[in-house]
């Protein structure tokens, strides 16, 4: 499910005690593709009040990082080869400007034949540190482009996605009310002129978005409600007979991290699951549980950490405790963090 987020975060993204700066979050969180960037936008969560104390959170801001590498391995998943060994899954390496966007991904994965295949993916910016530009490809050959304009300082105009061949694929057309809050988007496929509106939005006196209604022929809508430090502690999705069919009802600690989520099932108020999570004191994942009528399992997490209190190896276990996924992380510093701070 896609979860709409059109505001400005501050959050330790991918568990680095991070910045990430609110246009660069705005276009990936609301572009079609909706494909979350694999561990610095997952997962995103509503920060609180600053009236709560972020020490931990604000450790390190993100121009201290030049860049860091990490290299996963995962349980064999084969079928009779479940060995208990782990294999070499995925390694990411991610460089950054000294403005903290990120410039480039270079991802090694195994293919089905055992050969490694490179992905590489370039950004670019304009003056303000906007998005212009995302190229995804081979190391030799750019086969996707990504071009982002924008009507204002830090307000996205369009999102048009071109092949290849250098052919433009889609485009993607933001629309904003006279107070500039995005209201919607609109719609154009290749070699058509005709603009097809997909979504549209609403938002309260607080400039919070409480609706988004998908239109075609998937029509359906979210309904959001906050908290006082406006974490979305309820969410409805309702069909296109305006009918609600399921609903989240969440909690958060006191750093804003969401300890737990219920799903109920509509109507007739059924539980469908519910999922808790634990943090150690650097607000890093350290358990997840999820039970339902059916089902019910639970991971934990384990970290190392180097002295600026960023983890540099990540252990998964699973149900059985049984470690499932082993990632070790190298990261590069332009210059000494402030340790002035506790």
Not at 199 to 211: L, Q, T
Not at 281 to 291: R, V
Not at 317 to 331: A, D, V
Request: aromatic share 14%; hydrophobic share 25%; charged share 35%.
């Amino acid at each position: 499910m896609h979860k709409i987020r059109y505001y400005s975060y501050t959050r330790p993204l991918g568990n680095i005690k991070t910045k990430m700066t609110r246009t660069d979050l705005k276009i990936h969180l609301s572009t079609m593709n909706k494909v979350k960037t694999f561990f610095l936008l997952i997962p995103i969560v509503i920060l609180s009040s600053c009236k709560r104390s972020n020490k931990q959170i604000e450790k390190i801001k993100i121009n201290n990082i030049k860049s860091y590498y990490t290299e996963t391995y995962r349980q064999d998943q084969v079928e009779n080869n479940n060995d208990g060994k782990l294999k070499f899954e995925v390694s990411i390496k991610t460089d950054f400007n000294e403005n903290g966007n990120i410039i480039k991904e270079t991802y090694n994965r195994e293919n089905y034949d055992g050969k490694i295949e490179t992905r590489v993916i370039q950004y670019y910016y304009d003056k303000n540190q906007n998005l212009i530009k995302k190229e995804s490809g081979s190391p030799l050959k750019v086969y996707k482009y990504d071009i982002y304009t924008f009507h204002k300082k830090d307000k996205p105009d369009e999102f048009i996605r071109i092949n290849k061949d250098k052919d433009t694929i889609e485009v993607i057309k933001y629309m904003y009310s006279n107070n500039d809050n995005p209201i919607g988007r609109k719609y154009r496929v290749k070699y058509s002129d005709k603009w097809e509106i997909i979504e549209k939005y609403k938002y309260d006196e607080k400039n919070r978005m409480i609706e988004s209604q998908y239109l075609g022929s998937l029509e359906s809508k979210y309904i959001f409600f906050y908290d006082r430090f406006d974490n979305i502690i309820k969410e409805c999705l309702y069909n296109k007979q305006n009918r609600i069919e399921t609903s989240w009802h969440r909690k958060y600690d006191d750093y804003g991290n969401k300890t737990e989520e219920k799903r109920f099932f509509h109507p007739g108020n059924t539980l469908s699951y519910i999922e808790k999570y634990t943090y150690d004191n650097y607000h890093n994942l350290i358990s997840e549980s999820g039970s339902g009528p059916d089902r019910s399992q639970k991971m934990t997490y384990s970290y190392k950490y180097d002295e600026n209190k960023n983890w540099i190896e990540k252990k998964t276990y699973n149900t059985n405790g049984t470690l499932y996924e082993k990632t070790k992380r190298i990261i590069k510093y332009r210059t000494l963090p402030n340790k002035s701070y506790n």
